[in-house]
């Protein structure tokens, strides 16, 4: 393969995947709007097309449309910085995930992931731990109060948050011996069910953890003070408007997405069949292709539901609390998680 | 390939570590710091060492700097005045500067056992890396741990003390315990 060709599949693939990312966030924001109108004994969006199936391209048409308001007061080239900050990290992470099988035609590289890399999962939280910047500058660019207050409770949670999400990785990392997203999901793929690091490697407290970090992280309710309404008004991005608040917005549903390919990779198995061989393996060449992409997208999909279910059931942490649960009883946990499996993986 | 990432990558380095000093405001040199962090990511990578570039990202641009701008924001810092230094500085300074850096130069080039890596090497391994961190250097990576546990308990310890303090003059506003 010469370097042109890479070159070109590379592009491809990317665009491919951020068209395919772009209109994941804009239907999360929809089955949000829809699963948490039922479970508030209401309809949601219902209008705009079949079910209100095209509500979100409305919505992406409105924000487009509206007046970009810069406020006076804003340190501009950090204030103009700051939603492309937040998105940009919010849809490069996706570019490590591996979502199917290694499948390739007329001698492509690997389809189902854009780049495969060795420290995949380094890169993930790395990449993560940048788009604290997008929030911390917005509201320090802003000149508000409010905003500042906003950046600075989600930049605190955010640092603490990571603490305990990455610890709750290492008992994954340990049981694989390796970094790589690919090889950790294909250890995974032999029982099925069974041998997910959730079930079969007991890795049952690590993934509660992760959990947790993961709704802080993306600030997401019961941890979402970062824009608690009525405290902040409306967080980091109360004096952007127009596409530029679409962008956070955006960025927060991408995280979602992102936060879900990671568990699912990590603790659900991947793209691997959860029923392992019970069924046996289909002979058809494309079948073989598509059902790990199904299963991918399955197990992100559950992972989104539940996001929602748990932001239309609980109420808001206390500040304070969010501080404590993060740091005495999460980090601790995570700790004794790591050297659980530690001592486990040297006696066996 | 690799000469072409290490030119523009090694200039961006430069270019932020010396806009990080001609920056007056405070944020815009913090910002400056992650870009050269991150610049220098890139040029581990380019030498086979990636564990190393993504620890950098996560450490220094993720978890430090993050907090460096924490500070400059919190602090509300405003701009700085320029004034050109004063004129010892300027005799002395720069001769001073490039003679240090030429007597460490030097250390580094001459030192013996300390291994080459060159543009374009090979990955080495999160395995390998960790394998002679783990039994060859132990001794020094242990010193180490022991070095940071030290300094997480004195920042405990003073954040603690202060608190105390408060606590004994009847901090009326103190909720919950």
């Given at each position: 393969?010469?370097?042109?060709?890479f070159?070109l599949?590379s592009?491809l693939k990317?665009?491919?995947?951020?068209?395919?990312?772009?209109?994941?966030?804009a239907?999360?924001v929809l089955l949000?709007?829809?699963?948490?109108g039922?479970?508030?004994?209401r309809w949601?969006?219902?209008?705009?097309g079949?079910?209100g199936?095209?509500?979100?391209?409305?919505?992406?048409?409105k924000?487009f449309?509206?007046?970009?308001?810069?406020?006076?007061?804003v340190y501009?080239?950090?204030?103009?910085?700051?939603?492309?900050i937040?998105?940009g990290?919010?849809?490069i992470?996706i570019?490590?995930?591996?979502?199917?099988a290694?499948?390739s035609?007329?001698?492509?590289?690997?389809?189902?992931q854009?780049a495969?890399?060795?420290?995949?999962?380094?890169?993930i939280?790395?990449?993560?731990s940048?788009g604290?910047?997008?929030?911390a500058?917005a509201?320090w660019?802003s000149?508000?109060?409010y905003?500042?207050l906003?950046?600075l409770?989600?930049?605190?949670?955010l640092?603490s948050?990571?603490?305990?999400?990455?610890l709750?990785?290492?008992?994954?990392v340990?049981?694989?011996g390796?970094l790589?997203?690919?090889?950790?999901?294909?250890q995974q793929g032999?029982n099925?069910?069974l041998s997910?690091?959730?079930f079969?490697g007991f890795?049952?407290?690590?993934f509660?953890i992760?959990?947790?970090?993961?709704f802080?992280?993306t600030n997401?309710?019961?941890?979402d003070?970062?824009?608690?309404?009525?405290e902040?008004?409306?967080?980091?991005?109360t004096e952007?408007?127009?596409m530029k608040f679409?962008?956070?917005?955006m960025?927060?549903?991408?995280?979602?997405?992102?936060?879900?390919?990671?568990a699912?990779?990590?603790?659900?198995?991947?793209?691997t069949?959860?029923?392992?061989?019970?069924?046996?393996?289909?002979?058809?060449?494309l079948?073989?292709?598509l059902?790990p992409?199904f299963?991918?997208?399955?197990?992100?999909f559950?992972?989104l539901?539940?996001y929602?279910w748990?932001?239309g059931?609980?109420p808001?942490?206390r500040?304070?609390q969010?501080?404590?649960?993060?740091?005495?009883?999460?980090?601790?946990l995570?700790i004794?998680n790591?050297?659980a499996?530690s001592l486990?993986l040297?006696y066996? | 390939m690799h000469?072409?990432?290490f030119?523009?990558f090694?200039?961006?380095c430069l270019a932020?570590a010396?806009?990080?000093?001609?920056?007056?405001?405070?944020?815009?040199?913090?910002?400056?710091l992650?870009v050269?962090?991150?610049?220098l990511a890139v040029?581990?990578l380019?030498l086979?060492?990636?564990f190393?570039?993504?620890?950098?990202?996560i450490v220094?641009?993720?978890a430090?700097m993050v907090?460096f701008?924490?500070?400059?924001m919190?602090l509300?810092?405003?701009?700085?005045?320029r004034?050109?230094?004063?004129r010892?500085a300027?005799t002395?300074?720069?001769?001073?500067?490039?003679?240090?850096?030429a007597v460490i130069?030097?250390v580094i080039l001459?030192a013996?056992g300390l291994g080459?890596?060159?543009?374009g090497d090979?990955i080495?391994?999160?395995?390998?890396l960790s394998?002679v961190?783990f039994?060859?250097?132990?001794?020094?990576?242990?010193?180490?741990s022991?070095?940071?546990?030290?300094?997480?308990?004195g920042a405990?310890?003073?954040?603690?003390h202060s608190?105390v303090?408060?606590d004994?003059h009847?901090d009326?506003?103190?909720t919950?315990k």
């Amino acid at each position: 393969m010469t370097i042109l060709q890479f070159i070109l599949w590379s592009v491809l693939k990317v665009a491919v995947v951020t068209v395919v990312m772009l209109l994941g966030i804009a239907y999360t924001v929809l089955l949000e709007r829809k699963l948490v109108g039922r479970i508030q004994n209401r309809w949601g969006p219902t209008r705009v097309g079949p079910f209100g199936l095209l509500q979100p391209l409305v919505d992406g048409a409105k924000s487009f449309l509206k007046e970009d308001i810069i406020p006076a007061g804003v340190y501009r080239p950090l204030y103009l910085l700051a939603p492309i900050i937040a998105l940009g990290c919010a849809l490069i992470s996706i570019a490590v995930v591996p979502f199917g099988a290694t499948v390739s035609v007329w001698g492509s590289p690997p389809l189902f992931q854009i780049a495969d890399v060795n420290v995949g999962l380094l890169v993930i939280l790395g990449v993560t731990s940048i788009g604290v910047y997008g929030i911390a500058l917005a509201g320090w660019s802003s000149n508000n109060k409010y905003s500042l207050l906003g950046a600075l409770r989600s930049s605190a949670q955010l640092v603490s948050y990571e603490l305990a999400l990455g610890l709750s990785l290492v008992g994954v990392v340990l049981r694989a011996g390796t970094l790589n997203l690919r090889s950790i999901v294909e250890q995974q793929g032999t029982n099925g069910i069974l041998s997910w690091n959730l079930f079969g490697g007991f890795q049952f407290v690590a993934f509660f953890i992760y959990l947790m970090a993961a709704f802080a992280e993306t600030n997401r309710s019961p941890f979402d003070l970062p824009e608690a309404e009525s405290e902040l008004t409306g967080g980091y991005h109360t004096e952007y408007s127009s596409m530029k608040f679409a962008m956070f917005f955006m960025a927060e549903y991408g995280n979602m997405i992102n936060v879900g390919c990671v568990a699912t990779l990590l603790f659900l198995g991947g793209w691997t069949n959860p029923f392992g061989n019970v069924f046996g393996t289909s002979h058809n060449i494309l079948v073989q292709a598509l059902m790990p992409l199904f299963w991918f997208v399955i197990k992100v999909f559950s992972f989104l539901c539940l996001y929602v279910w748990v932001r239309g059931t609980l109420p808001r942490f206390r500040y304070d609390q969010l501080m404590n649960f993060g740091w005495r009883w999460l980090m601790p946990l995570a700790i004794l998680n790591i050297v659980a499996t530690s001592l486990w993986l040297a006696y066996r | 390939m690799h000469l072409i990432l290490f030119i523009i990558f090694a200039g961006l380095c430069l270019a932020g570590a010396i806009n990080l000093l001609l920056q007056t405001h405070p944020i815009n040199s913090a910002l400056s710091l992650i870009v050269v962090m991150t610049s220098l990511a890139v040029l581990y990578l380019l030498l086979g060492a990636e564990f190393l570039a993504a620890a950098q990202i996560i450490v220094y641009a993720g978890a430090i700097m993050v907090l460096f701008t924490f500070v400059v924001m919190l602090l509300n810092a405003g701009r700085e005045e320029r004034t050109m230094g004063s004129r010892a500085a300027w005799t002395i300074g720069f001769p001073a500067v490039t003679a240090i850096l030429a007597v460490i130069a030097t250390v580094i080039l001459h030192a013996q056992g300390l291994g080459v890596a060159r543009l374009g090497d090979g990955i080495t391994s999160t395995e390998e890396l960790s394998s002679v961190l783990f039994t060859k250097l132990l001794l020094p990576f242990e010193v180490t741990s022991v070095l940071i546990l030290i300094a997480i308990l004195g920042a405990v310890a003073l954040a603690r003390h202060s608190e105390v303090n408060e606590d004994s003059h009847g901090d009326a506003e103190r909720t919950g315990k």
